[in-house]
C-alpha cells in the first residue's frame, strides 16, 4: 500500500549544504573515457562501466540490495561493427566521409557493400505528394536506392507515412534537415539508410555523380547486461524506501571510430546518483535511500522494465522515486515528467524550490514513457522523471562530451532533492 502523503517543512529547515561539483566532473568524465566505448555494446563497455558504478557506489557508503548489488538480464542489439563510406564524386579522388560528423547509418542496418551511382532515384516532396508517382516508386526492386532531399518540419509531418514506406521497402540516403541523431536497436532490417549532415552537403553538393561507396558490417548479438543496485539503510523504518534511478547505457559505438560519449545522458544522471550515494551514506534518512543505475535504457527502457517484473524490493513500500537523466545544465531550471500525475507532490516540490530559491523555474510534464521512471508509474509507484533546461543542445550525438556541460543547475537540483526526500518522510 502507498503510504499518506505529509509534509514536514521544519524538519530540515535548519539543515545546511555545501556541495562540491569536482566529484561529479571527475564521474562524468570518467564514464565517458575512450576504455568504456560510449557505454554500448562494443568491447562490453556498457558491462565495463557497469562494474566501476558498482564498485564506486560500494565505495561511497551503500549497501548491496537484500544481498544483490546488480541484477542481470538479457536482450539482442545490433552492432555495428564498421562502417565505412566514400563520396567518389570528386574530381580528383575519392573522399572518405567522417562517420558521426558526415553521416549516420541506421541502427538497424544490415551488412551492405556496393555503390551508389547516379542511376538512383531523386525523391522530392512533391514527387512524394504525387499518388501515382509514389505509387511507381514502390514497383522498383528492394535493392533499388532512393535519396530523399531535405524537408521541411510541415512536409515531414506530411508525408512521414510515405517516407515510411520508402524506409521499409528500399535502401534510403537522406539529406538531414537539422543535425545527426543516432539510436540503438535490438533487431537487424533488411535497408540501409544513410543520413547526410547539413554542414557536408552544404560544403561538397548535393549529388554523388560518381557515386557512393558503403561498407557496413553489422551483427544482431545477444547481451548480458546489469542493473547496478545499492542500499543506505533507513535508521527507523528501513522497510520503506525513496528511490533514485538513472540509466548509465548509452549508444556505444558506430563503427570503429565515431563514439557516442553520452555526458549527459546519462554520465551527468549517474554522477549525481552516486554522489547523493556518499551524502546519504553521512546523512541517513529514516527511510532506507535504494540507488539502481539501469542499463538497457537507450534499447527500450529494459533494464528498468526487467526489474519492475522482478523487483528485489517491494514496489509496494517504495515511497516515491526520482529518476535522473539528462542533468548537466539547468541554466533556466528543470522539467518534471508526471507533474500532472503526482498533483501533490508537485506542489510541494515547487513550493519548496520556491522557499529556497534553487533553481529558476520548474516546468511540468504529464506521463510520458521517456525514460526508466515509467515502468515504476505503471506498476504503481509514485515517480518524477526530472531533466534540466538550458542551451544545451547535443542529443545522441558524437558531441555530447563532459567539457560541454555547465552544471549550472547541479547544487540547486541536488539541495532540492535533499529537501524534497526529506520532507516527504
Not at 542489439?77 to 579522388?93: E, F, G, K, P, R
Not at 566521409?97 to 542496418?109: E, I, P, Q, R, S
Not at 515531414?156 to 507515412?161: E, F, G, N, T
Not at 557496413?216 to 528501513?238: A, D, E, F, H
Request: charged content about 20%; aromatic content about 12%; hydrophobic content about 40%.
Amino acid at each position: 500500500m502507498r503510504l499518506p502523503f505529509f509534509a514536514i517543512f521544519c524538519s530540515v529547515a535548519g539543515v545546511t549544504f555545501a556541495q562540491d561539483t569536482s566529484y561529479v566532473r571527475q564521474t562524468i568524465q570518467t564514464l565517458c573515457q575512450p576504455e568504456f566505448y560510449g557505454r554500448g555494446y562494443t568491447e562490453k563497455g556498457c558491462v565495463k562501466a557497469g562494474k566501476w558504478i558498482q564498485q564506486e557506489l560500494l565505495k561511497n557508503g551503500a549497501k548491496p540490495v537484500n544481498g544483490q548489488s546488480r541484477q542481470k538480464f538479457r536482450f539482442p542489439a545490433n552492432v555495428i561493427q564498421d562502417v565505412q563510406l566514400t563520396d567518389c564524386s570528386s574530381c580528383y579522388a575519392a573522399r572518405p566521409m567522417k562517420a558521426g560528423t558526415d553521416y549516420l547509418v541506421n541502427a538497424d542496418a544490415p551488412d551492405y557493400t556496393g555503390t551508389v551511382r547516379f542511376n538512383y532515384n531523386w525523391i522530392t516532396a512533391e514527387v512524394l505528394a504525387d499518388s501515382m508517382h509514389f505509387l511507381g516508386l514502390l514497383q522498383h526492386k528492394p535493392e533499388t536506392w532512393m535519396v530523399l532531399d531535405t524537408f521541411s518540419d510541415a512536409q515531414l509531418r506530411q508525408l512521414k507515412k510515405r517516407i515510411q514506406l520508402l524506409n521499409e521497402n528500399f535502401h534510403t540516403i537522406e539529406y538531414s534537415r537539422g543535425k545527426l541523431t543516432w539510436t540503438s536497436s535490438t533487431s537487424q532490417s533488411k535497408h540501409v539508410h544513410i543520413q547526410i549532415s547539413p554542414e557536408y552537403r552544404a560544403a561538397h553538393g548535393a549529388g554523388f555523380s560518381q557515386g557512393l561507396a558503403i561498407k557496413v558490417r553489422s551483427k544482431l548479438q545477444r547481451q548480458t547486461q546489469y542493473n547496478i543496485l545499492g542500499m543506505i539503510p533507513g535508521t527507523k523504518q528501513p522497510d520503506y524506501y525513496l528511490v533514485l534511478t538513472a540509466h548509465y547505457d548509452h549508444l556505444g559505438r558506430m563503427g570503429k571510430t565515431a563514439v557516442f560519449p553520452g555526458a549527459n545522458d546519462n554520465a551527468a544522471g549517474v554522477a549525481m546518483m552516486l554522489d547523493l550515494a556518499r551524502y546519504y551514506a553521512k546523512n541517513p534518512l529514516p527511510f532506507s535511500v535504494v540507488f539502481i543505475a539501469f542499463a538497457g535504457e537507450e534499447t527500450g527502457l529494459l533494464g528498468s522494465g526487467h526489474f519492475v517484473t522482478r523487483p528485489l524490493i517491494p514496489l509496494h513500500r517504495m515511497r516515491f522515486l526520482v529518476n535522473l537523466d539528462l542533468v548537466g545544465t539547468g541554466e533556466t531550471g528543470m522539467t518534471v515528467v508526471n507533474a500532472t500525475v503526482f498533483s501533490e507532490e508537485f506542489a510541494l516540490l515547487d513550493s519548496l524550490n520556491r522557499k529556497g530559491n534553487y533553481l529558476p523555474d520548474i516546468g511540468k510534464r504529464g506521463k510520458a514513457a521517456n525514460s526508466d521512471h515509467y515502468f515504476f508509474t505503471e506498476a504503481g509507484v509514485p515517480a518524477f522523471f526530472w531533466y534540466q533546461k538550458g542551451p544545451r543542445t547535443s542529443y545522441h550525438d558524437v558531441q555530447d562530451v563532459p567539457e560541454t556541460l555547465s552544471l549550472a543547475g547541479y547544487n540547486g537540483t541536488f539541495k532540492l532533492l535533499l529537501r524534497f526526500f526529506s520532507t516527504l518522510q
